[in-house]
């Protein structure tokens, strides 16, 4: 699990523990009531547990303190904490549906073969206004088949997120995987959500025959590339599939050309350039990607000057405007973003880690052999994006001399990679 974003609070356990047990009216503002829930994920203690316990048993119902009850169940999810499956069990009957959702998810996490608590998860299928997603996952995940029927209604949900959970679930339940193909489709669904969550599917599915669709589906790199990496982490040392096999679709995911993806998205006429960047700034990368590919087309000339300009007003503090920024001055080979490239390929602000490896790219398309230096420094990194985007950009800059430093590396892939470009040397 990622956990560089869960310390972003500078509190001890004891500050978090004696904030979370504080009244939210002693409080200046009870927001903190649920900071500190979030916090003590940092804390895997009797106490911390103790008090994230008792805040979910507190059933006040003002709004702030039914925010904090669902921040512990999910903190105490992330703890793994058997003892708290008495009180998120007594959550189930909630009127309030994201307290179950968070607690079906902190169970889910736990595990257990209670009978009792399983049932009364499955029953909450049948309870209208429920996030049946997170419930049918859950039941997966727990291996309750006893929910099957009850599951099996859900395939022809019109949200394609319940949808493509309750395929896969009864796939997975079933043994027969002739439905996945709809599971794949959904990877074009114009909803980013329902995209997003189909390669969740796939990856819970373990259906390596994806890989191919996912990565050329228009979502953030982030999740196609964590699919990819699964799918074949799990399927290469079983040899259903070879690194051989892999590595372009890899490459592709790293690269994210929007010309290797398939867009959902179109214009009707060709936008205006300042029309363009701004949706660079959209959370739907789809939309991102459909803005890239025609600024790449159609603004080549004007777009560096009006990249560089909305990165000084907005981009730099955006990250995901900042990411695609990143990528087109590469593209466009604009030589004189090398500083800020660089720059970039250095942050260690965890919002911006994403860049780092478009900033690798980019360094990589504007040619500029100065990069190779700065790009060697990045080998050596527990980022796996960048570890790979360096080679990558190593290579396009004709060097692939520091491929045996990764060469005894801990992941499969980045071995796998270095071997295949150090064979080119």
Not at 48 to 76: C, F, G, H, M, P
Not at 254 to 270: A, C, F, K, M
Request: glycine content about 4%.
């Amino acid at each position: 699990m990622d956990k560089r974003f869960f310390k972003l609070f500078n509190l001890t356990e004891e500050q978090a523990i004696a904030i979370l047990e504080t009244p939210a009216d002693k409080l200046d503002d009870p927001y903190d009531r649920y900071i500190a829930a979030s916090h003590l994920v940092n804390f895997s203690t009797s106490e911390s547990i103790a008090a994230l316990i008792a805040a979910v048993e507190n059933t006040d119902d003002r709004l702030d303190n039914r925010a904090v009850r669902r921040k512990a169940s999910e903190t105490l999810g992330r703890l793994q904490a058997v003892s708290a499956l008495t009180s998120l069990h007594s959550c189930l009957g909630d009127d309030d549906c994201y307290v179950v959702e968070n607690a079906v998810w902190a169970i889910g996490e736990i595990g257990t073969q209670n009978p009792d608590i399983l049932e009364d998860i499955a029953k909450l299928l049948d309870k209208p206004a429920q996030s049946y997603r997170v419930i049918i996952h859950a039941l997966a995940k727990l291996n309750y088949t006893a929910a099957l029927s009850r599951i099996s209604k859900f395939v022809e949900d019109e949200d394609g997120m319940i949808q493509g959970a309750a395929i896969t679930t009864i796939c997975r339940f079933s043994g027969d995987y002739s439905q996945m193909s709809r599971v794949v489709e959904l990877l074009q669904n114009i909803n980013v959500n329902s995209r997003r969550s189909s390669i969740q599917d796939l990856i819970d599915a373990k259906y390596y025959r994806a890989i191919p669709e996912i990565s050329r589906c228009p979502v953030s790199l982030v999740f196609r590339l964590r699919a990819v990496r699964m799918l074949a982490s799990v399927g290469i040392p079983v040899g259903e599939i070879a690194f051989a096999e892999i590595e372009p679709m890899l490459d592709r995911v790293i690269g994210d050309r929007p010309s290797d993806l398939d867009l959902v998205h179109e214009y009707d006429q060709l936008p205006s350039l300042e029309f363009a960047i701004n949706e660079l700034y959209e959370t739907d990368f789809g939309r991102c990607y459909l803005a890239t590919k025609t600024i790449l087309e159609s603004y080549k000339n004007e777009a560096p000057d009006a990249l560089m300009a909305t990165y000084a007003k907005s981009a730099y503090n955006d990250y995901g405007a900042h990411y695609h920024v990143m990528k087109l001055l590469g593209w466009l080979k604009y030589a004189p973003a090398f500083d800020l490239l660089i720059e970039a390929l250095h942050n260690r602000e965890p919002q911006f880690q994403k860049s780092r490896a478009a900033a690798a790219i980019a360094l990589g398309e504007i040619g500029d052999k100065r990069a190779v230096a700065e790009l060697k420094t990045c080998l050596i990194t527990p980022i796996w994006d960048l570890k790979y985007a360096t080679l990558m950009a190593l290579e396009k800059l004709g060097d692939n001399s520091s491929c045996e430093i990764l060469a005894d590396d801990e992941d499969l892939l980045i071995r796998a990679k270095a071997a295949s470009l150090g064979s080119r040397v």
